[in-house]
T-cell receptor, first 111, second 112 residues
Framework: EDQVTQSPEALRLQEGESSSLNCSYT??????LFWYRQDPGKGPEFLFT???AGEEKEKERLKATLTKKESFLHITAPKPEDSATYLC????????????FGSGTRLQVQP | DVKVTQSSRYLVKRTGEKVFLECVQD?????MFWYRQDPGLGLRLIYF???????EKGDIPEGYSVSREKKERFSLILESASTNQTSMYLC???????????FGPGTRLTVL
């Protein structure tokens, strides 16, 4: 069964303490992997799209990387405003045009 | 910037009422989607549409229907609202299949 798994479920960091979030997937032919940020009570905000192994994208303190079976979202020197839930999503092998989302990593950055 | 708007941020309805949630996107996107999001269950796809008047069922279509009469507008209909449909409803759109989706702000629906 196609799956998208994110870890950890929750992560608490001190301001300035860098870390990484993981998204693993089991689709055989990747048509893109998408990262989103979601603040409480709001819709997800698009961050990055990655299409091939080895690809990297950066935005401020965030860098997303992709291998054949997983993606990492690296957060360098995070600030309290980076606190949010981070979601990844992939299109499944079934050919359905929609995305399947992971359950997310809830990140809290303490000052 | 892509803008996806939803008709209400908060909605309270009674059991058995017919409920309409509307979504409008302003970027001429082909695809539109309706999800619901519940604690511990993540984002679940209800329905999506890849063209005007076209629709496909997602993972949890029971109790819902949709309408897409114009390219920019996608409506979610709860034919007879039930308490288990209390949730956050999110609309999204994408330019083409397998592109990134852009989400609206969400509608928090409470069914009493």
């Amino acid at each position: 069964e196609d799956q998208v798994t994110q870890s950890p479920e929750a992560l608490r960091l001190q301001e300035g303490e860098s870390s990484s979030l993981n998204c693993s997937y089991t689709v055989s032919g990747l048509r893109g992997l998408f990262w989103y940020r979601q603040d409480p009570g709001k819709g997800p905000e698009f961050l990055f799209t990655l299409y091939s192994a080895g690809e990297e994208k950066e935005k401020e303190r965030l860098k997303a990387t992709l291998t054949k079976k997983e993606s990492f979202l690296h957060i360098t020197a995070p600030k309290p405003e980076d606190s949010a839930t981070y979601l990844c999503a992939v299109p499944m092998d079934t050919g359905r045009r929609a995305l399947t989302f992971g359950s997310g990593t809830r990140l809290q950055v303490q000052p | 910037d892509v803008k996806v708007t939803q008709s209400s941020r908060y909605l309270v309805k009674r059991t058995g009422e017919k409920v309409f949630l509307e979504c409008v996107q302003d970027m001429d996107h082909e695809n539109m989607f309706w999800y619901r999001q519940d604690p511990g269950l993540g984002l679940r796809l209800i329905y999506f549409s890849y063209d005007v008047k076209m629709k496909e069922k997602g993972d949890i279509p029971e109790g819902y229907s949709v309408s897409r009469e114009k390219k920019e507008r996608f409506s979610l209909i709860l034919e007879s609202a039930s308490t288990n449909q209390t949730s956050m409803y999110l609309c999204a759109s994408s330019l083409r299949s397998y592109n990134e989706q852009f989400f609206g702000p969400g509608t928090r629906l409470t069914v009493l």
